[in-house]
């Protein structure tokens, strides 16, 4: 009576008396608790030792029996068949012969981590299938024929929606505007999908049906004559990657006010089109003279 599912209590019997156990290994189980396989300590064994058995090290060596640590340990996510794969690829600086890689994958952080799955492989990549939505953390160490352990590499990686955009800064320029959507961590798997409109959309969920879409990338610029100073013109950007779609991220901006720039601008074309109507006005003289001369 009074004890509660998963609560703590003790037991205290006449008959009981304390044990020591060595612990030989521990595995962690998928459900969060842990297989522990343990030998009965023996007394006599330890007052071997206290009366006088030791164990001299033995001297290290340049070249350890020890595995190198992993390298360049990296995880690159993709799509198949409505399932998440995670592809794990890494290396060591030196060939061991007969290492294999010990390969544990968690899910969650912190006290909410939970283990997914663990491998044993001798090649220096690893593909895990069927993953669901979430965050996780991959652990590959060497391991030699003796069973030794090198350094383990770590590493991070997500299959979410990806976050929306931090910023858009808006470029301004001669009938244009270039809009470049920024994330607060950056991510190479997440592209920007662009959206445009001359007027400012006061619900944010019609973005689909009443702005132009222009297209994805990591920037975007929209140009023409209809691009004139002095109007605000309307920017929705969302990040996309394989996984889904953040909500939209509204900017607004105008093209360049620089009126020496525009007046250098038209100058320009001005005079193009003025030496191109002289030359035309050259060759119908140079024609209208020959035909005089004729007659």
């Not at 993953?131 to 030794?148: C, D, H, K």
Request: charged share 20%; with cysteine.
């Amino acid at each position: 009576d009074g004890v509660e599912t998963y609560g703590v209590w003790g037991l205290s019997l006449p008959s009981l008396r304390r044990r020591l156990f060595r612990c030989v290994s521990i595995r962690e189980n998928t459900d969060g608790t842990f297989a522990i396989t343990a030998v009965q300590h023996v007394p006599e064994k330890e007052a071997i030792v206290d009366n006088g058995a030791s164990f001299e090290p033995q001297s290290g060596t340049l070249n350890s029996v020890i595995p190198p640590a992993v390298q360049h340990l990296t995880v690159e996510v993709s799509a198949a068949d409505g399932q998440y794969l995670a592809q794990a690829k890494w290396d060591t600086p030196r060939v061991v012969k007969g290492v294999r890689f010990s390969l544990r994958l968690t899910s969650g952080s912190g006290e909410d981590s939970r283990l997914v799955t663990t491998a044993i492989t001798a090649d220096t990549e690893h593909r895990f299938s069927g993953l669901p939505p979430g965050e996780y953390t991959l652990t590959v160490r060497a391991i030699n024929s003796y069973g030794q352990q090198g350094e383990p590499a770590t590493t991070t990686f997500r299959i979410n929606a990806p976050a929306v955009p931090a910023t858009i800064e808006l470029t301004p320029g001669y009938f244009q505007i270039t809009a470049v959507p920024r994330l607060a961590v950056y991510d190479p798997t997440v592209q920007f999908e662009f959206w445009f409109s001359e007027t400012k959309i006061a619900d944010i969920s019609q973005v689909e049906t009443s702005a132009r879409y222009l297209g994805t990338g990591s920037q975007w610029s929209v140009s023409g004559p209809h691009i004139k100073p002095g109007k605000d013109f309307w920017f929705y950007v969302r990040s996309v990657n394989l996984v889904g779609k953040s909500a939209f991220v509204e900017a607004s901006g105008r093209a360049s006010n620089d009126a020496e720039g525009y007046l250098g601008l038209f100058r320009e074309k001005i005079g193009k089109l003025h030496l191109a109507q002289g030359l035309w006005e050259l060759i119908d003289n140079s024609q209208l003279a020959d035909e005089m001369a004729e007659m």
